[in-house]
């Protein structure tokens, strides 16, 4: 089982547009990730975020990105004005229940699948 | 900049064999290593973990790390086709929580 559930499982917006994905968790986790994997390519990694701050972001998460806690609970990202290349599938992670956080182990949600027309 | 390298396969094996898929990091940092298993249009499903070098094993998968090397291994006995998926190979930054992963190894298990 996930230990997080993102919604919606499909987006589709016009270019220019704004989109919010949001990551459910199943419990009290701390630590969140986002990922994306465009189609046909590797896994990367966007940001991470602990305790309601951004711990560690990449290249790719420019100022274009955003990820807040708003409810204590939903997790979500935001793009801002969507571009053609950020069609892919975004993944949110999170680690595992009685999980040393160290260990790093981190599980998938099922995705959204950001189509940008 | 970190990078982890998997040969993109496709891999075929026929049902019933040993299948192993190999790959290899740059971060000689990295502390934690992961194998994930995605199927076609869904999200990477952690299989197995390894920290420390020599053999982990886990029902039909074994993984092998050798840190000398920066050589990361996954064998699967009895392969199954039930098996054929891609598997992502992804190691820690380091000092990072963030996983880096490689492209993949697309495994085709044949009835």
């Known amino acids: 089982e996930p230990e997080v559930t993102q919604t919606p499982s499909h987006q589709v917006t016009q270019m220019g547009q704004e989109v919010i994905l949001r990551c459910v968790p199943i419990s009290n986790h701390l630590y969140f990730y986002w990922y994306r994997q465009i189609l046909g390519q590797k896994v990367e990694f966007l940001v991470s975020?602990?305790?309601?701050?951004?711990?560690?972001k990449s290249e790719i998460f420019d100022d274009q990105f955003s990820v807040e806690r708003p409810d204590g609970s939903n997790f979500t990202l935001k793009i801002r004005s969507t571009k053609l290349e950020d069609s892919a599938m975004y993944f949110c992670a999170a680690p595992g229940l009685n999980v040393i956080v160290a260990k790093n182990i981190q599980y998938f949600g099922a995705g959204t699948r950001l189509s940008v027309l | 900049q970190k990078e982890v390298e998997q040969n993109s396969g496709p891999l075929s094996v026929p049902e019933g064999a040993i299948a192993s898929l190999n790959c290899t990091y740059s971060d000689r940092g990295s502390q934690s290593f992961f194998w994930y298993r995605q199927y076609s249009g869904k999200s990477p499903e952690l299989i197995m973990s390894i920290y420390s070098n020599g053999d982990k094993e886990d029902g039909r998968f074994t993984a092998q790390l050798n840190k000398a090397s920066q050589y990361v291994s996954l064998l699967i006995r009895d392969s199954q086709p039930s098996d054929s998926a891609t598997y992502l190979c992804?190691?820690?930054?380091?000092?990072?929580?963030?996983?880096?992963f490689g492209t993949g190894t697309l495994l085709a298990v044949q009835p």
């Open positions: 992804a190691s820690d930054g380091g000092a990072t929580n963030k996983l880096i």
């Open positions: 975020f602990y305790n309601n701050e951004i711990s560690e």
